[in-house]
């Protein structure tokens, strides 16, 4: 194996998602990008329908005692299979004919395509071979619940040259919020290349996400020589000992505790409001959606802010060892512990592995250990520990 943070050739290009970017629609534009996302939901609802549509019929007739020869044929969900019925349909179907064409075909693509991957995703539960939680069929999306979004992957996908707007097929020259000069300089420079862009309402705010295939040279970290371990906790967020014997301690900043008293409050707003009650049919109040959007403002700043603290983290980590040590924490089990749940969620103990995993390996090429959940290292000699860690760092182990 080669040495932690050797001296490498420069990688090959890799595809990364770029940060989102907030956008200023105005007020057509806006109304566009609603009937995109719209047109993304009912075509990813149409698609759910159409393949669930045969497995009720060969269930039907199954029941009547019709052979297995003379049953319907299962309908299949791969993605090129719906967008030939969804264009036979379109033209015909009364939910799509008067409408169709006023969005993009791209719109309708990103609804397939969920729906394509949500069955994908249940078939491979179902066979069990897909790890984590299990996966059930795909539902319908609520009109008023689906979050609005919607992928371009052809068609005209730019940032423009002043560094201020974006150009979107269909949608036209949109002004973003925020610069987009970083993006434009790697693209102007021909180390990126912009392959999609995806568009989404969040927080009362349109994003627009480019994904582009990014060529970088590999950072040389600052201590390639020397490894640490990261000993994630609640109190303290993270304990870190590198194979110097230096000790350091990160402090938990617990931005959902320190802000804890205004989302409380915002919730106890909403609930004094009139609310949907889906068992009589009533419609939430104007009063409600302010006060729960209020309340959503309140638990988005707060990850916001939590996204922040990790990512400085685990960039600094990154950038100053050559290997790093985390734990394998069964984190989906600690979360069922109701006395501690909220302060690990808060934490972010998956997110910093994540985080890592991605930094280590395309930033600076340097390596990234899981240690094993069942080790006990509590039951061996530190000495001993400091030992296996010198070991591990030094080059040429494996």
């Given at each position: ?64 005692g019709i052979t297995e020869a003379e049953l319907p044929e299962w309908r299949p969900w791969s993605l ?204 939430p109040s104007k009063r409600w959606e302010k006060a729960t959007a209020q309340r959503n403002k309140m ?98 182990s494996t």
């Amino acid at each position: 194996m080669r040495p932690p943070n050797e001296e490498v050739p420069t990688p090959a290009r890799f595809r990364g998602a770029g940060i989102p970017v907030r956008s200023d629609p105005n007020a057509s534009q806006e109304h566009a990008l609603r009937s995109h996302c719209g047109a993304a939901r009912a075509a990813n609802n149409w698609a759910v329908g159409w393949v669930e549509a045969s497995w009720w019929q060969r269930r039907a007739e199954e029941s009547y005692g019709i052979t297995e020869a003379e049953l319907p044929e299962w309908r299949p969900w791969s993605l090129p299979a719906l967008r030939k019925a969804f264009n036979q349909a379109k033209t015909t179907d009364p939910r799509f004919a008067a409408w169709w064409e006023e969005n993009s075909k791209e719109a309708y693509s990103t609804g397939l395509a969920n729906a394509s991957a949500a069955f994908d995703n249940y078939a491979k539960s179902k066979q069990g071979k897909r790890r984590g939680k299990r996966v059930g069929t795909p539902r319908f999306k609520s009109k008023r619940k689906a979050r609005l979004a919607c992928r371009f992957t052809t068609g005209t996908i730019r940032v423009d040259t002043d560094g201020r707007h974006v150009t979107l097929p269909r949608l036209g020259t949109i002004r973003t919020h925020e610069p987009t000069v970083k993006l434009l300089a790697h693209v102007q420079a021909g180390t990126a290349r912009v392959l999609s862009a995806t568009v989404r309402h969040e927080r009362g705010r349109w994003f627009v996400s480019f994904q582009a295939e990014v060529k970088r040279d590999l950072e040389r970290v600052a201590r390639p020589d020397t490894a640490v371990g990261i000993d994630l906790g609640v109190k303290t967020l993270a304990v870190m000992a590198d194979s110097t014997g230096e000790i350091r301690t990160v402090p938990n900043p617990g931005h959902y505790d320190a802000a804890r008293k205004q989302p409380r409050r915002a919730s106890r707003t909403v609930s004094r409001r009139q609310g949907p009650d889906r068992r009589t049919g009533r419609k939430p109040s104007k009063r409600w959606e302010k006060a729960t959007a209020q309340r959503n403002k309140m638990h988005h700043r707060v990850a916001n802010l939590r996204e922040d603290a990790l990512h400085k983290l685990t960039t600094s980590v990154a950038a100053e060892y050559g290997t790093v040590v985390v734990e394998d924490l069964n984190v989906a089990g600690m979360l069922k512990n109701r006395c501690l749940a909220r302060r690990i969620a808060d934490a972010g103990f998956g997110e910093i592995r994540r985080l890592l995993g991605y930094k280590t390996r395309q930033r600076h090429a340097t390596r990234l250990v899981a240690a094993n959940r069942w080790y006990p290292s509590s039951k061996t000699c530190s000495g001993v520990r400091r030992g296996e860690s010198q070991a591990a760092a030094a080059p040429g182990s494996t």
